[in-house]
């Protein structure tokens, strides 16, 4: 085997030199021919795994079928279809490398636990929305029904809601712009009588805005308001009791 054609056939290859040399030995005993013509052949671009010419093998088809069992038996040629197994796997337990399809396992929707959620979600906006403002607050201007009215404004408070005078006049601010300046915005102070009418004005406040005379000649029927007769005492505890409602203080 001279060298020349060998590192000819290595290089039409890409394939190292001495393997190159054995294989071409090896084809060579196989096809009854010299090492150099197969160097020579795959030098000139054979590939290195085409079939010997001088073995050509019958070709499997389809068409072998089509012939008499016996003959076939007689010319077929053994093929051996030799596939690998796919994965293989060392513990048949535990299959390693396998490819598992992912399966998709869920719960079931419980309606107890909705229902359950509808409720809780349900109390927390009725907390946050409803109970929560009207809580007792430190805020300065807002006052609750803990502000100690005397002995006398409480009383003076029955006098008012009994006269009617709340059909005339709230003791309700409201959170809007109509009410700005007639005091501070309170849900809290329940001695204030809240009224369904405001043909006069909101008395919220007006303890801050009359004096006890003031309020006397208006409730007597001063400045054409509707009159009052009230004996002394009523009429004291209900100046007390106007006097005294400041919503915004002081
Ligand atoms: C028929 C409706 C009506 C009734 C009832 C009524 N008021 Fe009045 N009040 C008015 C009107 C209207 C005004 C505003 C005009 C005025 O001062 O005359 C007013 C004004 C006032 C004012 C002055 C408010 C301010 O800021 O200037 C006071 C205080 C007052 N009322 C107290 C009372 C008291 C206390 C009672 C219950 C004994 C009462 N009013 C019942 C309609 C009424």
């Known amino acids: ?8 056939a290595a290089a039409a290859l890409g394939m190292p030199e001495d393997l190159v040399r054995r294989s071409a030995e090896a ?18 671009g054979e590939a290195i795994t085409a079939a010997p010419p001088a073995a050509p093998e019958p070709p499997p088809s389809v068409e072998a079928s089509s012939e008499p069992p016996a003959q076939q038996a007689d010319v077929a040629p053994e093929i051996v279809v030799d596939i690998p197994p796919a994965q293989p796997a060392p513990n048949a337990a535990e299959p ?3 490819y598992q399809p992912p399966v998709l ?13 509808v409720i809780v979600l349900f ?18 201007g807002a006052r609750t029904s803990e502000i100690p009215y005397s002995q006398a404004a409480v009383d003076g408070q029955q006098i008012y809601a009994s006269l009617g005078c709340a059909s005339c006049h709230t ?3 409201r959170p809007v712009v109509a009410d700005v300046g007639l005091g501070a915005v309170t849900l809290n102070d329940t001695n204030q009588v809240m009224g369904d009418r405001r043909f006069g004005p909101d008395l919220s406040d007006i303890g801050t805005r009359m004096t006890v005379s003031q309020l006397e000649a208006i409730i007597a029927g001063g400045g054409g308001h509707a009159p009052h007769r009230l004996a002394d005492a009523d009429m004291d505890a209900l100046v007390a009791y106007l006097s005294e409602s400041r919503n915004s203080g002081g």
């Not at 085997?1 to 000819?8: D, K, N, R, T, V």
């Not at 084809?27 to 000139?44: C, K, N, T, Y």
């Not at 396992?105 to 959620?117: E, N, S």
């Open 27 to 44: 084809r060579a005993a196989e096809a009854g021919s010299s090492v150099d013509e197969i160097l020579a052949a795959w030098a000139g």
């Open 123 to 140: 109390l927390a906006v009725f907390m946050m929305g409803l109970v929560g403002p009207s809580l007792a607050t430190d805020e300065p």
């Open 105 to 117: 396992v869920g719960a079931r929707d419980k309606p107890g636990t909705i229902v359950l959620g």
């Open 96 to 98: 390693v490398g396998v």
């Open 1 to 8: 085997m001279s060298e020349a054609p060998l590192a000819a």
């Open 171 to 173: 003791q309700m601010v």
